[in-house]
C-alpha cells in the first residue's frame, strides 16, 4: 500500500467484529496506521489493543456513533490526529435484520435505515469533505458477508457459492482496492460479480425464476432464531 503504499492511515467503522476487524488486522499486517470505531468504546479499545499486541503496531480504538454527525466528525478529527493524517475511510458498520418485513417494528427499520444508509452518508460527506481540501483520499463502503451479521442464515449451496464469503476474503479485496486506490464496484468472490453481470440481462420473469431457484426469496425468512438470539438483541430487534 504507500501515503502511496503500505503506511497509509486508515480509519474504519463498525471495526470491532466480523469484516471490520479482519480489515483492520490485514491492513495493520500490510504495514498501513489504522483506527477502529464502533458504538461499543470498551470494545473499540479492547480490540485495539489486541490487534496491536498481536501485530506488535499500535492500533486506535475510538467510541462513536455513525449516525450522529457530530460524534462521527469527531471520531474523525481523533484519528486523523493520532494517525498523524487521514488517507482512507472503510465505511464498514451497518446492521441486517432478518424475518417478515412486515414484523418489523418500526423503530428497527428506523434504526436499519440510520445506521446503513445515514451512517454510510455521514461518512461519505465528512471524509470526501476533507479529502477534497487536501486533493487526495479514498472512500470504501463495504455491504453483506458472512459474519455474525449473517448468523442463522443458511443459504444454499448454489447461493453460498455466489454470494458467501468470509470476512478474510472482504478484508483481502479491501486491502487490495486502497492498496491500488481503485475506484468503482468490487463483488467478491468474482464468480458473483459474473453471475449478477449475467442475470441482469435476463427478462424480469427469468430473475425471478433464478431467484427463486436460488431461495433468495426465503433466505432472510428461513433462519435460526437460536444463533441470531444474541444479534437481535444488540442491533434492538426482536424475531
Known sequence: MGRKGADRRIAITGGTRGIGRATAEALVAAGAHVAIGDIDTALAEKTAAEIAGARGRPVIGIGMDVTDLQSFTSFLDQAEAELDGLDVLINNAGIMPTGSFLDNSDALVDRVIDINVH????????????????????????????????????PGKPLQGLAVIAPEDAAAAIVDTVAHQGGGLRIVPKRGGSALKSAIVLPE?????LARALGLHTVALETDKAARADYQARIGGDE
Open 205 to 209: 420473469i427469468a430473475r425471478n425464476l
Open 119 to 154: 451512517g454510510v452518508i455521514n461518512g461519505s460527506r465528512l471524509a470526501a469533505a476533507r479529502f477534497t481540501k487536501r486533493g487526495h483520499g479514498h472512500i470504501v463502503n463495504v455491504a453483506m458477508v458472512r459474519t455474525e451479521l449473517t448468523a442463522g442464515i443458511n
